[in-house]
């Protein structure tokens, strides 16, 4: 199982999933490009800075590669790394057993979206990752979590602050022009499983149905008391759902 992290995060996000489920799969769960330990290589000319949703997505089919991984694998990608999990989906889906899009929507950026991601840019350009991390942080959580668990919030703003400048604005060019998914998910032919947070305030509970009522015989789990990193925030909730998605994919 590939799981890929969301922006402006790294595989740090996956820490409860590694140790919860590596008893029932093998699970890769790598930095992406300008996260983490991946340093910020820049994307192909004629557009360096931006890292396209196929090129993080392409990144990751080469890392199977590297790996020698050549059976169809479960991908899973929490917000932006679900919108990679559906462009590698378009482009490989031969690479692809299963689907499970978390905190995620298919849709492209509206024009204020667009224009919210120009101005997350300059912030980072002039602030840094501490800038983007302190402006973001209470949204990626619940209200109960962000006010109750200072330990994950600090967790999060941990993971946050190790991303390069060039890491948080190539997601942000790529998410600002990425294809919108919503045409091609009625041709989704894979088990896809949806999981969203209850009280996510990032991405409406209509929009992740409607992104269930699109792609045939999926799955929607709506888990309470989580927000966007509802695999963080419920992270037993979380593992057995994808638990029970596993043995599905493999029986």
């Not at 979206?113 to 840094?128: F, H, L, T, Y």
Request: overall charge negative; charged content about 20%; aromatic content about 4%.
């Amino acid at each position: 199982m590939l799981l890929i992290h969301g922006y402006p995060l790294n595989r740090r996000l996956w820490q409860s999933q590694i140790s919860g489920l590596s008893g029932i799969a093998r699970l890769i769960a790598p930095d992406l490009r300008g996260h983490g330990e991946t340093p910020p290589f820049p994307a192909p000319a004629p557009n360096p800075q931006t890292y396209s949703m196929e090129l993080l997505a392409e990144d990751c089919v080469q890392l199977l590669d590297d790996l020698q991984i050549t059976q169809p694998v479960i991908v899973g990608g929490l917000s932006m790394g679900g919108y990679i999990s559906l462009a590698l989906y378009r482009n490989y889906p031969e690479r692809v057993a299963g689907l499970i899009l978390a905190a995620t929507r298919a849709s492209a950026d509206t024009p204020e979206g667009k224009i919210n991601r120009d101005k997350a840019v300059e912030i980072v350009r002039q602030g840094g990752a501490p800038a983007i991390a302190q402006s973001m942080i209470q949204r990626m959580l619940a209200s109960q979590t962000y006010k109750y668990r200072p330990d994950l919030v600090d967790v999060v703003m941990d993971i946050m602050l190790a991303t390069s400048v060039e890491g948080i604005t190539g997601d942000l060019l790529g998410m600002r022009d990425r294809t919108d998914s919503t045409a091609s998910l009625p041709n989704i032919t894979v088990p896809t499983l949806i999981v969203h947070g209850m009280d996510d305030q990032l991405i409406s509970l209509d929009e992740v149905r409607t992104m269930e009522a699109s792609i045939p015989g999926a799955t929607l789990i709506i888990i309470p008391g989580a927000g966007h990193l509802v695999n963080l925030e419920q992270p037993e909730i979380f593992n057995q759902a994808v638990r029970d998605f596993i043995l599905k994919v493999v029986n």
